[in-house]
Structure formats: C-alpha cells, structure tokens
C-alpha cells in the first residue's frame, strides 16, 4: 500500500488549533479587561471627587513641565506634531477605500471606532501638553492599527500566501494563509478565504 504523508495535514490542524486558542485567549482577556472596566467605572463613581482630588497633587504644571523638558525634546516637538498631516490623509483613505472597495469584494468592513479610542486626555494629572499629548498616540496609534486591520482583510482578499521566510509581528489573518509555493492549495481554497470572516460576523 502507498504510504499517506499526513504530516502538512497535521501541521495545518495544529495551526488551526492555535489559532483557535489564541481566539479563545484573546475573548477571555477582553472578558478579563471589560469586568476590570466595570469595576473601575463603580469605583470611579463612589471615589469621584476624591479620586480627582488625589490626582491633582500629581499634576506638574505646564511652567515646570516645560522648564524640565531638555531642549533637543523642545525642538523636535515641529517634527512630531507634523504626523498629525499623514495621519489624517491616512485615515481619510483608508475610510474611503473600504467605503468603495470592500462591498465590491464582499469583505466585512473594519469598525473605525474599535481602534480609535480616546478618554487618557481626561486624566486630571495630565496638563494641557500631556493631555494634547495622549489625544495624539491615541489617534495615531489607533489609524496605525485600523489601517492595519484594513490591509490585512484586503490581503486576505487578494493575495493569501505566506512568505518564504517568517516575518515579525505577523497580522492576526496571516496564519490562515496558504504555504508559501503550495499552488494546489492557493487554487481550491482561494474562493473559500475570501469569504472567511466569521471573527468578525461579516
């Protein structure tokens, strides 16, 4: 009898099953972050005025914090603030390009609201800098990570192939990829990932 190498199958069910725990890790934190949350907002609301009472002796003023910062940070402040531009054509774009592409390709669109997320800048220790300050790593961070999510279902879409050698921070989609030369596997089951976004309820 011909021998069967099972072992790409195996490989592939075990890939699955990781991914599979890795799903089930990622909703047991979110579980996790949103009951911590919960508990957060309840004491928030017994400890109101004397939370923010506390945390104003924290608070360094604007005067102090500008006399402490070292020059070189001053004189780059043109140079950061600048990310503001790009960012906002980036997220203007990538918004428009799902907008019109994704119904065509039937891909569920990403929610722009599940990455931009704001609420550091009403810290009451944070002067009016930092505070600027946290609204910006929020909004740039957050498109960073909405584009992210966009390019990675667009890739998901057009060109589901792993790369020859592994690559860092690899998006969440990449696993599900088809083995990098494995032009059987790419032909039979590329009509099938296109429409896999059961994670996201599309």
């Given amino acids: 009898m011909p021998i069967i190498d099972k ?3 195996i490989m592939t069910r075990n890939i699955d099953e990781l991914v599979a725990r890795i799903r089930e890790l990622q909703d047991e934190l979110e579980e996790e972050y949103r009951r911590t949350r919960d508990e957060w907002a309840e004491k928030k609301l017994k400890l109101a005025e004397e939370l923010v009472r506390q945390q104003r002796r924290y608070k360094t003023s604007l005067f102090r914090f500008m006399v402490r910062s070292r020059l070189l940070v001053v004189l780059t402040a043109p140079v950061i603030y600048a990310g503001w531009i790009p960012f906002l054509l980036l997220d203007f774009f990538v918004t428009l390009y799902q907008g019109i592409c994704f119904p065509v390709y039937r891909i569920p669109k990403v929610r722009r609201a599940d ?9 009451p220790y944070l002067n009016i800098v930092e505070k600027f300050n946290c609204l910006y790593c929020s909004y740039g ?5 909405y584009t992210r999510e966009v390019a990675a279902r667009t890739e998901q879409y057009w060109c589901p192939i792993k790369h020859a050698r592994r690559i860092g ?3 969440e989609r990449y696993p599900k990829f ?6 059987e596997a790419f032909q039979q089951g590329l009509e ?3 429409r896999q976004y059961d994670d996201v309820g599309g």
């Fill in 7 to 9: 072992g790409p199958e």
């Fill in 141 to 145: 961070n957050g498109v960073a990570a």
């Fill in 178 to 183: 088809f083995d990098y030369g494995d032009a």
């Fill in 169 to 171: 921070a690899a998006h």
């Fill in 115 to 123: 990455y931009l997320v704001f609420g550091r800048e009403d810290l």
């Fill in 192 to 194: 099938r990932l296109r």
